[in-house]
Every structure is written in C-alpha cells, then in structure tokens.
C-alpha cells in the first residue's frame, strides 16, 4: 500500500473489528434475515453504490464480498474489493482478502521482505473502518432491486 492511515488510541487492540462489526450492522441491519446481494447507496445518488454479495452463510459466521467503484475528478479508479469475515458470536469483523490477495499474514508472520507491509493486515481493517464510516456519513441505505424473475 503506498498510503498510510495513521490511528493513535489507547483502545484495546480489538477495537477496530469491534467497530467494523457495529458499523456493518449498522449499514445492512437486515443481513442475517436472508438476501445475497445488496445494493447500497446515498439518498442523494451522487456517490457510487457499496455492493454487498453474501458468499456464505454458517452457524456462527458470515462471509462477505464488499466492491466499491470509485469515480474521481471524470476518472474510473479500480474497484476496492475486499471479502470480509463476519464473527456473530463475537461480534467483530475482519478482512479476510483485499484486492485479490488472499491470507493476509498478521504482524507477526510478516519477515520484513516480500509484498506485504509489516502492518498491512491492521491498515486494511482500517481502511474498511473508513469506508463503512464514510458510508454512515453519508446516509448509504440499502436499495431494493426489482425483481427480475421470469415467468
């Protein structure tokens, strides 16, 4: 990542996936009632829609696909893509992939030379914290898709 999020607390380590998972219910409240995609978007239809596809579904945990587009200035970005792990009986959410990698190594497995940042794992949990903050900021609601079965 060539960007850094810098966030000094004194909160307990576990802060982040806590607020992720309060945050996320707070954005989708209908999640675990069923559906496998959802459409989220501003009331005004300025900002492009958060898309949320449900990958699977078991007793205690939830597994999420989050895409993104971004229009900047006229210009098409990449998608942010990130598949999230949704812990119900714990209450937390953590980013399982980001942008197609998968099996992002903790802190402690990352020896200092390779692809990923010693930190990489905590900025792209940060990085969701921002975009579910941004999408609470600006009033994103689920949007009901019409119903395209054929008869």
């Not at 205690?60 to 895409?67: G, H, K, P, S």
């Amino acid at each position: 990542m060539s960007h850094t999020i810098v966030h000094a607390s004194p909160r307990s380590p576990m802060w982040l996936f806590e607020e992720n998972y309060r945050l996320l219910q707070q954005l989708l409240p209908e999640m675990e009632a069923g559906g496998d995609r959802y459409v989220l978007m501003a009331e005004e239809g300025q900002q492009q829609a958060l898309e949320i596809l449900i990958l699977e579904r078991c007793a205690y945990t939830t597994m999420l696909e989050l895409n993104k587009p971004f229009f900047i200035d006229g210009v098409w970005l990449p998608d942010l893509s990130m598949q999230l792990r949704v812990y119900h009986d714990a209450q937390v959410v953590e980013v399982a992939a980001y942008q197609g990698c998968h099996r992002i190594p903790a802190r402690y497995q990352v020896d200092g030379v390779g692809r990923y940042l010693r930190d990489e794992k905590r900025q792209i949990n940060l990085l969701l914290h921002e975009l579910l903050r941004y999408c609470q900021r600006n009033d994103y609601r689920e949007q009901r898709q019409p119903n395209c079965s054929s008869i």
